[in-house]
């Protein structure tokens, strides 16, 4: 079974907090998550930089990361790609803006020749706890849920982003659902973010090791099993280009 994307984790630390945790009635935040192997990173880079500079490019009402894959189990992905849309109208605008372009046939080939798709998936971000703000390329750990019981869960997950061990973490925290994934039996995601990391590692094994987790996990396996574990770094940012002027 191939693992998780390594989805939401880089910069998210732009997206809204909620000081309840609680789900909101709609996502914050849609996304596109791309696991891809990498032969050139500086290829890569210039032709996705070249691409948003274009005027196809210019058009996209997204933030696009590039994330360098530090530890994701038996896949071969180098990198990620997530692409983060504020709304499903925005997904359709960017597929909209893209279909047919040169600029992005273009695109297509200059990356074809460096990087190779190994598997993608849609998501939502949900629930957000900002701790530290403005984190500039931070290092995140993810993991793939399978939620068995949703009300059980959220219960349990609400109380623990409200608990002293998440206000303490120095980072962010982040949750959100699998739209679509092919196969793979991930249902939710939660990720940890930090400004290195080292700090992450200390920030999750504090955080595994407190109270507060240790009463969520009494009924965890209850309500949902953890499906893959994975560690990246945020290496590139493109905004909009009315967010970047």
């Keep these: ?12 630390f732009c997206a809204p907090a909620f000081a ?10 849609y996304g596109q998550s791309y696991s891809i192997v990498v032969s050139d990173p500086a290829a890569a880079v210039a032709a996705m930089q070249k691409f948003r500079a274009s005027p196809t490019g210019r058009q996209q009402p997204s933030t696009v990361n590039l994330s360098q894959n530090i530890a994701n189990g038996t896949q071969e992905a180098t990198h990620t790609i997530n692409v983060f849309y504020a709304s499903a109208e925005d997904m359709d605008a960017s597929m909209r803006a893209a279909a047919g372009s040169a600029d992005s046939a273009e ?17 939502t971000m949900q629930i957000s706890k900002v701790n530290q703000e403005g984190i500039e390329n931070p290092a995140s750990m993810l993991f793939g849920l399978n939620v068995t019981d949703q009300a059980a ?4 997950l609400n109380k623990l982003l409200d608990s002293k061990a998440a206000a303490a973490f120095p980072g962010n925290l982040f949750f959100g659902s699998i739209v679509a994934i092919g196969n793979n039996p991930t249902t939710h995601w939660v990720t940890f973010q930090a400004g290195s990391v080292g700090a992450l590692l200390a920030g999750v094994d504090a955080f595994m090791k407190s109270a507060d987790f240790a009463e969520y996990a009494k009924g965890a396996d209850d309500f949902r099993e953890v499906t893959a574990r994975s560690i ?14």
């Design 232 to 245: 990246s770094r945020l290496v590139l940012t493109l905004p909009p280009a009315t967010a970047a002027e």
């Design 153 to 156: 869960f959220m219960k349990a």
């Design 20 to 29: 309840d945790n609680h789900m909101p009635a709609q996502p914050v935040v």
């Design 107 to 123: 695109f297509a080939e200059a990356f074809s020749k460096v990087a190779t798709l190994e598997s993608e998936s849609v998501f």
């Design 1 to 12: 079974m191939k693992t998780l994307p390594i989805i939401m984790a880089a910069a998210l």
